[in-house]
């Protein structure tokens, strides 16, 4: 008997609470289903002319005087950008636009480079920024250091603070006074185009905790007005602890000769990455400085807490890594490739530095083709302002982000790759109170090796976004959007999340007002959890409501394919192969007294924990949206079932839809979670029962498919194979267009081959158990990946 009709027994009842509820209709494919349903968001897209009337030219190598030909071009962008000002002063922009070329070099750029909106083109004029050639100009804001006095380290003194390993191969570099301001612990380096790691035990990984002493003192439960304990130089307060591995002499005395190193890593929570300065290391105990969230506590049996420690001469023991000595000014570092004095461009990359370029109130303007590298707070931030149109571009070696929208509409980052940041990109736009739409897209790029561990490494806050065929993998953070009324198609995730738990490449949570939200046609695959809590596909976290998960393919993807347990929820005409659960789901409030004791457990916030605070849904709905604002006006228009679902029940899988699914080798396609959501809840084996979720809901179980089924498994082609007649009206997915696609700013034509070698990688791995050399290959591919040069 195989899983599925193993559980046909527990659905039976289900079915026929549910069938009294959903008439015929309301069970037929939704809008969403058809493919037409995204013509209102590329419609929205602004297709810039490519035949501008006038080009303006612009070289790093240009003499001062230049006036912007070709033969005689500008030499940087604000003299090509105070030209443009004229000439709208005078004339007025020529009738196809005008264009600025960027002849091939390295640009640099100490301070921000700033547009306002009287930089502005307009829909049939627009001002186009871009390379002559693809790929060959570089725009560095990060500050060159010079070579010519690097020397190796030779002082006895300073060689026996060094690694055995590192004697011979490290240099020195000295910062210069009136750099030391830009320098914390953000600060990066980037040697040739290629982003260096500072020095940290160990090289790959973590560590793990052994005992623990003293959890410290948290700061997640503090009541409206208290405040945490606070330390102070030579007075620490935080958790104590050791390390299942030894610490190094060597360490630790460095450790009270400069008193300036981070623990890195999952000191409680494994959804939670965290960096805490250390107060104290004596006798192998490490002691943090100051109280932390959750404390220190090793409480998840199937994985141990784990941390590094980062910026760590000692430690200084491979190619391309580094330590900068404060107090004597010193960077040392140990070169990925030979110094050549007169060649190597070795940069320093400072969070003081707040952008490369700034855009306020800015419109009809393209930047394309163009590397944007060795960025500081942010490469490209638009506030405000329509269609302006980043495309074709790489983002790599920042401190931080690579773009920011804010606000404006129509705003679209296209065909571009980011790697090598902290996160990726965030945009924001669209009014909830109104649910008038922005229309920002993301579409066609790719994103990995970005740090960021968690939700965040692209971000969507807003109405009415669009995010498609972008290729996300090979890093520990992803996708999260706080939105309404946004279309997710056509994307591909994999190899995410390897290293933590309680995580999903596509999140949102704990908000009542995300209406809306579709996520189709896109493909999950080789998600590989360390063990802990789960890592699954999708999620809308924590009660959130009104997600849309249709005709997506999840294969081997983590514990599950989704996970929600608040109202107005689907996950429908989906396709689930070697998993253990296809939906996971949590027990909820479903009896009258059960949801009373709900809504009383409301009153604690503003009481026992701050306004605002996660769980807070009501008040959190109220401030902004307005006292019963989803029950009225438009909100009561575009989402009735909303005030429907607050009324009935909130706190249960209400109105939510589970149906019309396949399967194939998923142990148990329904699992409901009879744990709390706390770290010990989720450690709990309690489960619940098909009986557990509402009434008001259809929860039907899935079919189980073949193999047999697809075009090719080998290739990671999930296409029906010619014959395949889908059962129960299952409407075929669009495979074949998932994934990067050739266009306009992708010009080269799209390889898929890397699945085949995703697959054959991953052939014989599996998850759900934490072993530190898988993880750590992990680590030592991504490493080899990311520092390709162009």
Known sequence: ??????????????????????????????????????????????????????????????????????????????????????LQ???????????????????????????????????????????????SVRLSAGTPM??????????????????????????????????????????????????????????????????????????????????????????????????????????????????RMQVEGYLHNDWYFQREPVGAIQDGVIQLQEATRYGVANKIK?????????????????????????????????????????????????????????????????????????????????????????????????????????????????????????????????????????????????VHSCRRRGYGVMGMNGVGMYFAHNLIHDMNGALSFNAADTLMEFNEFYNIGYEMGDFNVAYCGAKWHTMNNVLRFNFVHHLFEPGGHPVIGFRNDDGGMGLQIYGNVFYRSGRGAAQFHGPLNSFRNNITMKTQHMWWTNKGAITKEEVQAE???????????????????????????????????????????LSKAIQTNPFAQTFSVVANNYVHRVRIPFHIHGGSGTVEGMESKETGKILDLPSEGHFELPEEISMQAFEDLAQLDFRFRDGFQPTNGFQPIPFERIGLVRDEFRDAPVDRSYRADVYKRYLNESGGHYDPEVINARYRVLSNESNRQE
Not at 106 to 120: N, W
Not at 602 to 619: A, I, S, V
Request: net charge negative; charged share 25%; with cysteine.
């Open 146 to 259: 010079e070579l010519q006095d690097a020397q190796r380290v030779e002082d006895p003194a300073l060689l026996g603070r060094l690694h055995p390993k590192a004697q011979d191969k490290v240099v020195m570099v000295r910062i210069p006074d009136e750099w030391l301001s830009g320098v914390d612990h953000s600060t990066l380096f980037a040697f040739d185009g290629q982003l260096l790691r500072r020095a940290q035990w160990p090289n790959l990984g973590y560590c793990h905790i052994d005992q623990i002493f003293d959890r410290g003192p948290t700061t997640r439960w503090l009541k409206p007005g208290e405040k945490p304990p606070t330390a102070s130089p030579g007075n620490p307060i935080g958790a104590k602890f050791t390390t299942v591995e030894p610490l190094s002499p060597l360490l630790q005395s460095e450790f009270q000769r400069t008193q």
């Open 302 to 446: 199937s994985i141990p807490r784990r941390i590094r420690l980062v910026n760590v001469l000692a430690e200084l023991d491979e190619p391309g890594e580094w330590y900068f000595d404060t107090t004597d000014q010193i960077l040392y570092l140990w070169p990925p490739t030979p110094i050549d004095p007169q060649k190597t461009r070795l940069s320093m990359l400072s969070p003081s530095h707040q952008g490369m370029m700034t855009m306020e109130e800015v419109s009809f303007c393209v930047f394309r083709d163009l590397i944007f590298e060795d960025s500081g707070r942010c490469a490209v931030s638009i506030e405000g302002g329509t269609n302006v149109l980043i495309a074709g571009c790489i983002f790599r070696n920042g401190t931080h982000r690579g773009v920011d929208i804010n606000g404006g509409s129509q705003h679209g980052i296209t065909g571009c790759e980011f790697h090598d940041l902290e996160s990726a990109f965030s945009m924001r736009g669209g009014d909830f109170r109104t649910l008038e739409r922005c229309y920002h897209f993301a579409t066609n790029n790719e």
């Open 1 to 86: 008997m195989n899983s599925t009709t193993s559980f046909l027994a527990m659905g039976l009842v289900l079915a026929n609470l549910s069938i009294q509820l959903f008439a015929q209709d309301e069970l037929q494919p939704p809008p969403y289903a058809e493919l037409g349903y995204h013509d209102r968001f590329l419609e929205s897209q602004w297709k810039p002319s490519s035949d501008p009337d006038r080009s303006i030219f612009v070289s790093s190598s240009a003499a001062n005087d230049g006036v912007g030909t070709k033969d005689s071009p500008f030499k940087n962008f604000t003299q090509a950008r105070d030209s443009i000002r004229r």
């Open 599 to 641: 809504w009383k457990g409301l009153e604690r916030f503003g009481r026992d924990l701050p306004h605002g605070d996660k769980g807070d849904n009501l008040y959190l709905m109220e401030q902004m949206l307005g006292e019963n604002g989803w029950s009225t006006g438009v909100w009561k228009r575009e989402f009735p079932m």
């Open 89 to 135: 002063a005078e004339s007025g922009l020529p009738a196809g636009g005008i264009e600025v070329v960027l002849l091939p070099g390295v640009y640099h750029l100490p301070e921000t480079f700033d547009l306002s909106k009287q930089d502005s083109g307009t829909e049939d004029a627009p001002i186009i920024y871009r390379a002559e050639v693809p790929g």
